[in-house]
């Protein structure tokens, strides 16, 4: 089977503090953009750097400390 290309020539620079959000269509990449952050999904060509460090050399745990997630669809919990 033959992979399809998601994303490609993407290049965002965040600020440190700054928060940003991601929108778009369904299948223009979000979901791939914060997998591919969080190293749940390994890219198959080009890089992420962050402060100029490839993330595959950054420790996993310390990586992900780094970001907050709001999903589309939150919900409270019952009582809270």
């Known amino acids: 089977d033959e992979l399809e290309t998601v994303l490609s020539g993407i290049d965002v620079r965040v600020a440190r503090g700054e928060k940003i959000g ?3 269509r369904t299948g223009s990449g979000k979901s791939t953009t914060l997998l591919s952050l ?4 390994e890219a198959h060509s ?3 750097l962050i402060d100029g460090t490839d993330i595959s050399a950054l420790d ?3 990586l992900r400390a780094g970001f907050n997630v709001i999903l589309q669809d939150s919900f409270l919990f019952t009582g809270t």
């Not at 969080?38 to 999904?41: D, E, N, S």
């Open 60 to 62: 996993l745990q310390s």
């Open 38 to 41: 969080l190293r749940i999904l």
């Open 46 to 48: 080009g890089r992420i």
């Open 22 to 24: 991601v929108v778009g």
